[in-house]
């Protein structure tokens, strides 16, 4: 006896090809999603980067970062190098909300001579410029992301400085002197060009 009209009657299960729509609000558009976490406080982020590698990643994220501080959702924090013998690389520490040094990641390429670089503050990281590298000025600028803890090279500066003024005006980095040549000029960096992803030499 035939099975085929059993067969042919019995429902066939249909298969999914396509993949399950994003729910909750990885279904807003990227804008609206990025706008709605900034407005979320450090602490909502660090539990938030718990729930997946997207949310990891999203919360790590230099758009963020920029979101944040386009909508003047940011929190000051007070940073702190020093150079502790018998280390010779400077250490790098944040002040805790309980009013505690926590130290955080330093750079290994900074300039062993914390004194001889500038410091510049700008959005939601620290630029260390120049300084002395055996026993030479050296070009060289770095960016430490406040919000992950990370540094990152940025492009050198035209002159190798060592204890140079620095300051932002307009939202650009105006660096003059601490070169060993007097008459060589100031040079000015805009932060939007300097710093834009990660680096394979994060420290």
Known sequence: ??????????????????????????????????SSVARLTRLDHAALSLVSKRHRSLVASPELCRARSLIGCTEASLYVCLNIMPDPNPSWFVLTRNRQLRQIPSNPYQPLRSSSSSFVVVDWGIYVIGGIVNGNPTPDVWFLD??????????????ARAS????????????????????????????????????????
Not at 149 to 158: G, I, Y
Not at 173 to 202: H, K, M, N, Q, W
Request: aromatic letters at 10%.
């Open 1 to 34: 006896r035939s099975n085929s009209g059993a067969e042919e009657s019995r429902p066939q299960k249909k298969r999914r090809t396509e993949k399950a729509a994003p729910r909750g609000w990885w279904a807003l558009p990227d804008a609206v999603a990025l």
């Open 146 to 159: 406040c919000y992950s803890h990370t540094w990152h090279p940025v492009p050198s500066m035209k002159m």
């Open 164 to 203: 140079a003024s620095a300051n932002v005006i307009d939202g650009k980095i105006y660096v003059f002197g601490g070169c060993r040549d007097e008459a060589s000029s100031a040079e000015v960096f805009d932060p939007c060009l300097l710093y834009t992803s990660p680096s394979p030499r994060d420290a």
